[in-house]
C-alpha cells in the first residue's frame, strides 16, 4: 500500500499529443506533490498542492505543463504538445502528518516516441 | 553542481557485508534527511529520516547524519539479496516542503 494509486502506469504516445495523469490518495492527505524521474536519476519537484491551492511550481513546469486538485481530492498532471524530452516516471506523493515525511505512490511511466 | 551529490554505483557486494552507502549537500538550509529505496520500474520506498545530525537505527539499517561536514550516510548490516535495488538520499529545508534527491545508488547483492 502506497497510499495513492497512480492512472495509467504506462502511457505511450507520439510526440505532439497531450497526454493526462491522474494521482487518487488513498485517505485524505492536505499535501500532494508531483514529481519527475528520469533514467539515472532521482526524482525532481514539479509542483505541490496543499489542499485545491497550488502553492509551489518549480521551474522544470514549463508552459506546456498543467497541474489542478479539484476539491482537494486526486490530482491531474496535464502535459501538453509532448516532446521525446518528457519521457520519465511521474511520481505523485503524499505526506504523512505525524512524521512530515513524503511517500511516494507507483509513478507513472511516459513514454514519448 | 547538484545540491546532494551521490555516487551512482553500482556497488555489489557480497550477501551478509556491511553496506555503506554516502552523500553529500551543499545547501546548508537543509535540516532533514531521507533515504529511498527503489526497485525497478517502482515508486521511492521511504526507509529511513533523520532530523539535523545525529543516527537512527531501524533493524538492519543506520542513518548518520554530519551537517559540520554535510555528509550522509546509510548503513546496511548483513545485507540480502533482496536489498539490490537504487538507494536514494534526499534532503529538505525547515520550511518542509519539496525534496532535494541525489542522483541514486544502484546496489547489487551477490548471493
Known amino acids: 500500500d502506497t497510499g495513492v494509486s497512480q492512472d495509467p502506469r504506462h502511457k505511450i504516445t507520439k510526440r505532439g499529443q497531450n497526454v493526462t495523469f491522474r494521482c487518487d490518495p488513498i485517505?485524505?492527505?492536505?499535501?500532494l506533490y508531483w514529481y519527475r524521474q528520469t533514467l539515472g536519476q532521482g526524482p525532481e519537484f514539479l509542483t505541490y498542492?496543499?489542499?485545491?491551492?497550488?502553492?509551489?511550481k518549480s521551474r522544470l513546469l514549463s508552459d506546456r505543463f498543467s497541474a489542478e486538485r479539484p476539491k482537494g481530492s486526486f490530482s491531474t498532471l496535464e502535459i501538453q504538445r509532448t516532446e521525446q524530452g518528457d519521457s520519465a516516471m511521474y511520481l505523485c506523493?503524499?505526506?504523512?502528518?505525524?512524521?512530515?515525511?513524503?511517500?511516494f505512490g507507483p509513478g507513472t511511466r511516459l513514454t514519448v516516441l | 553542481q547538484k545540491e546532494v551529490e551521490q555516487d551512482p554505483g553500482p556497488l555489489s557486494v557480497p550477501e551478509g557485508a556491511i553496506v555503506s552507502l554516502n552523500c553529500t549537500y551543499s545547501?546548508?538550509?537543509?535540516?532533514?534527511f531521507m533515504w529511498y529505496r527503489q526497485y525497478s520500474r517502482k515508486g521511492p520506498e521511504l526507509l529511513m529520516y533523520?532530523?539535523?545530525?545525529g543516527n537512527k537505527e531501524d533493524g538492519r539499517f543506520t542513518a548518520q547524519v554530519d551537517k559540520s561536514s554535510k555528509y550522509i550516510s546509510l548503513f546496511i548490516r548483513d545485507s540480502q539479496p533482496s536489498d539490490s535495488a537504487t538507494y536514494l538520499c534526499?534532503?529538505?529545508?525547515?520550511?518542509?516542503?519539496?525534496?532535494?534527491f541525489g542522483s541514486g545508488t544502484r546496489l547489487q547483492v551477490q548471493p
Open positions: 506523493a503524499w505526506v504523512e502528518a505525524s512524521t512530515d515525511t513524503q511517500y
Open positions: 498542492f496543499q489542499n485545491e491551492a497550488q502553492l509551489e
Open positions: 534526499a534532503a529538505e529545508g525547515t520550511g518542509r516542503r519539496a525534496l532535494t
Open positions: 485517505s485524505e492527505h492536505n499535501r
Open positions: 533523520t532530523y539535523s545530525s
Open positions: 545547501n546548508s538550509a537543509f535540516q532533514y
